[in-house]
Every structure is written in structure tokens, then in C-alpha cells.
């Protein structure tokens, strides 16, 4: 099996209101390894988002230790956190989050202001099956060439984290189900790590690990030794 790349010892994350503390998170142990496709389940509010911000460096645990690569990140600053996510997280949203004005080569292209080793842009929109979309704008895009963009603009990163938030929430099942395709072939093939969050427990059958949360905790972590193909999922 492959390194882990992440792990959460005893993670808690928990917010102060009025005289009472509430727990978005508590006492969460997992390990993901380079190269999996894991799928973080749960009804809203049960604590996924928390857990992804937590992966990403975009939120700050209160409790317990996060190891990546062999390093805390909880001990980490505000810029030694920028740091961790630009070297290393790549993050696709529900909604796209590309800038109209800009051509999909131009939004692709724009990770080089981030971090200065990134991929070919071209070579990024050529991999998700955008190589002749170029100099389209946005709006001249259907939901899954966006959806498309946005994750060759998390690729040309090279991240080592790939987390997807509701990443097909925006689209038909056709389309939806093409995105997952994609993901999935970027872990399997490419051997980045891609961590999906849904409320679609469909989904859960192309993971290699499975997180449940619910109210703000792990339920169950289950390894998923034979994952369907994409193209399969009964939407």
C-alpha cells in the first residue's frame, strides 16, 4: 500500500457561542494514502465541509494534530498555511468559481500567479477534454465544460490534494457522471489523491475508502477493495 499522505489524530474543531462550545468536529482518527479516491459522506451539517477546509489548510484545527507527510500542520502559521495550500491543494467547487471576463485558457492558466511549478496550462485543459476550448469564455460553456475548466485549473497545480466540494451538485446525470469518470482516472492513473465530499451515497461505490460523518463525527471508515467504474453509478 502507498505512504499516507494525511492523517487526523484525535482532530476536534469547535466554536465558542455564548458560555457554550459547540463541535463542528470531535475526536476524529483517519489515514488517506497517496493515490486514493476517497468519498466523504453525510446529510448536511454533519460536519463535511469542516473536515475538508481542515484538509486543505483553510481552516484551523482546535484539537488533536493533522500529519501531512510527516509534519504537523496544526503547528503551522497563518503563512506557513498559505504555503501548504498552494504547494499542495488543488480544490474544485460545486459552482465553478471561474472568472467570466477571463477565456477558460486564462483561468487554467492563472495558477501560475499562485505557485511557479505548474503544469502546462494547455497540457491541464487537454487532459479533461478541453482542447479545443481555449479561448472560450464562461458563458459560452455548458455546466460540465465549466465543471471541466475549473478542474484543469486545480490540476495545473500538480497538486498532491485534490479535494472536490459537491463537484457534480451543478449537474444533469450525464455530465455529473462524466466529472466522476475523470476524477477517477486522476487517481488511478495519475496517482493524485482526490477527496470528494457528497451527500450522494451513490458515490460511494467508485471509492477506494468511504469517511461517514455524522454530527460532527466519523461513523464509519469502510475500504472498498473492487470500486465500480464511473460510468456505472446509478445516479
Same mark, same amino acid.
Not at 494514502?33 to 476517497?38: N, T
Given at each position: 500500500m502507498a505512504e499516507p499522505i494525511?492523517?487526523?489524530?484525535?482532530?476536534?474543531k469547535s466554536y465558542q457561542r455564548g458560555d457554550r462550545i459547540f463541535y463542528a468536529l470531535r475526536h476524529v482518527n483517519l489515514t488517506i494514502?497517496? *493515490?486514493? #479516491?476517497?468519498v466523504i459522506l453525510g446529510p448536511s451539517g454533519a460536519g463535511k465541509s469542516t473536515l475538508l477546509n481542515l484538509l486543505g489548510g483553510m481552516d484551523t484545527a482546535t484539537e488533536g494534530s493533522i500529519i501531512f507527510e510527516g509534519v504537523d500542520?496544526?503547528?503551522y502559521n497563518d503563512n506557513q498555511l498559505t504555503q501548504y495550500r498552494a504547494k499542495n491543494v488543488g480544490v474544485v467547487f460545486q459552482f465553478y468559481n471561474l472568472i467570466p471576463t477571463l477565456t477558460a485558457y486564462?483561468?487554467?492558466?492563472l495558477m501560475k500567479e499562485i505557485e511557479e511549478n505548474t503544469l502546462d496550462p494547455k497540457k491541464c485543459m487537454e487532459a479533461v477534454g478541453l482542447g479545443e476550448h481555449?479561448?472560450?469564455f464562461p458563458a459560452q460553456m455548458s455546466g460540465g465544460e465549466q465543471q471541466r475548466t475549473s478542474i484543469a485549473r486545480a490540476l495545473a497545480k500538480n497538486p498532491k490534494?485534490?479535494?472536490?466540494?459537491?463537484?457534480? *451538485?451543478?449537474?444533469?446525470?450525464?455530465? *455529473?457522471? *462524466?466529472?466522476?469518470?475523470l476524477l477517477q482516472k486522476m487517481s488511478s492513473e495519475s496517482?493524485?489523491?482526490?477527496? #470528494?465530499?457528497?451527500?450522494?451515497?451513490?458515490?460511494?461505490?467508485?471509492a477506494n475508502k468511504v469517511i461517514r460523518v455524522k454530527n460532527g463525527t466519523v461513523e464509519s471508515i469502510t475500504i472498498n477493495q473492487k470500486p465500480i467504474n464511473a460510468n456505472e453509478v446509478s445516479w
Open positions: 494525511i492523517e487526523f489524530k484525535e482532530v476536534a494514502h497517496e *493515490g486514493e #479516491m476517497v500542520i496544526t503547528k486564462e483561468n487554467v492558466a481555449f479561448h472560450q490534494l485534490l479535494l472536490c466540494d459537491e463537484p457534480t *451538485g451543478a449537474l444533469d446525470t450525464e455530465t *455529473g457522471r *462524466g466529472v466522476l469518470e496517482r493524485h489523491t482526490v477527496i #470528494m465530499v457528497t451527500h450522494n451515497s451513490s458515490f460511494a461505490d467508485i
